[in-house]
């Protein structure tokens, strides 16, 4: 809950960009959602879609409903309240040899949201996203009723809420099989990369031979060392590898205040992208590292969006299919440092086959995802930069969006029809509704 201006009270997403409205929390989910016309997570979207459309609208925080339900070690099938936070799971089953199939970059989500977003990780290549691991959801629908879905049961619903953002039903239960994992460690090597061809070339080399991959990009430099960064892969370590002691736990530190608007601009990122590609001394890093290091390398400062200023900030992340060729991502990081979206954090990633849930994000191709300060100037840039996806046969993450217009999502999103025709059957009267679904399919506010 953001602070309350002139008495009204405000939610934000990831992006600190508030809108007025207010949450109920709730360990009984199954009651809370009796006529909600949202649910919400721990609030790591960055854009609109875990914001009301209207102040009045009931939004149901689910993080209180956080238990795990049932369990079987031989199968690894785990069926858990929507609320769960990723950070729980971690903390009580890396110990016991399993982990979750697909996690994103952050711990601080819950599994109710990462079915919305069906989020994917540094292993999509290989995995997939999160939906293609989930077994059968509980949820209560728009006409209040309770039903389940799964692969073969209510199959329509299932697919349409897999990356759906909460508009095909509220989800109370997840069921999905966690992975077994060879130890709490983790092997991984990282390597410096000279510019953008190279990185694409390095991904797909490190794709069949690596179980994770991802990169880092110095988006503000130009010419022939447009795109240079450094490419870390990863895989588990085995039990011969692994030290005997578990990972330390980690002291997370906190981003005290706010940062003044100033703060991030080309200048100051500038000297950071240099100085974190030239600490990268060596050409090639290998060793083991925890899984906190690894996975969520940003979690170990809390609040650090506080680091945008008070405007906030957003995430403009899209995919490029394949088939446009390293062209395009080449002349995407081009128009990228053009238009001037300053910001420390670029990252490049290789996306597999394109999943099952009917708005889910990835496609095969190259993912790039970039942090922008909020400004006068941010709707030009993503309205630019989607022109180019749309043209290029790409699309963006409705997850970190907050700026794309209706006309460029329908431009770069031929499974829309089929999505609406879900929520038509499920939903006719479109009750349930987000900031981002009035924004991109008109719903009311
Ligand atoms: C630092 C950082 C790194 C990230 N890295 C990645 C990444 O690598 N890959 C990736 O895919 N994503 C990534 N994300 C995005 C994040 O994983 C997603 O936004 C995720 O959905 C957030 O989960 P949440 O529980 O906070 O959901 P919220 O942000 O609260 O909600 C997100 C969406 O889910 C819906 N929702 C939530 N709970 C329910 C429910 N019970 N029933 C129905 N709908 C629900 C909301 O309505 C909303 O549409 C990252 C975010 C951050 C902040």
Known sequence: MGSPANGQSTLSGWGRVPVAGREQLSENLEAATRGAVLCRGLGRSYGDSSLPANADDKVV????ANRILAFDPESGILRAEAGL?????NRLFIPRGYFTPVTPGTKFVTVGGMVASDVHGKNHHQEGCFGAHVQSLRMRLASDDIVTCSETENPDLFYATIGGMGLLGHILEVEFKMHRI?????WMESERVGDIDEFITALSNAAPRWPMTVGWIDCLIRGASLGRGILMAGRWATPEEAKAKPPPLTRKKTLPFEFPNWAINPLTVQAF???YYWQHMNHRNAGLVGTDPFFYPLDAVLHWNRVYGPRGFTQYQCVLPRA???QAVREFMELLTKLGGASPLCVIKDCGPE???LLSFPLEGTSIAIDMAISAETQRIVDRLN???IAAGGRIYLTKDGFTRPEHFAAMEPRLPQFLAAREKWDPKRRLRSA?????FGDRA
Not at 85 to 89: M, N, Q, R, V
Not at 182 to 186: A, F, G
Not at 436 to 440: A, P, W
């Open 436 to 440: 981002q679904s009035h924004r991109l």
């Open 85 to 89: 936070c990723l950070a729980d799971l």
């Open 273 to 275: 992208n240099v100085a």
């Open 355 to 357: 999943g099952k849930g």
């Open 61 to 64: 925080a689910t993080r209180l």
């Open 182 to 186: 060879s130890s709490p460690w983790i």
């Open 387 to 389: 022109e180019f996806v």
């Open 324 to 326: 446009a060729g390293p």
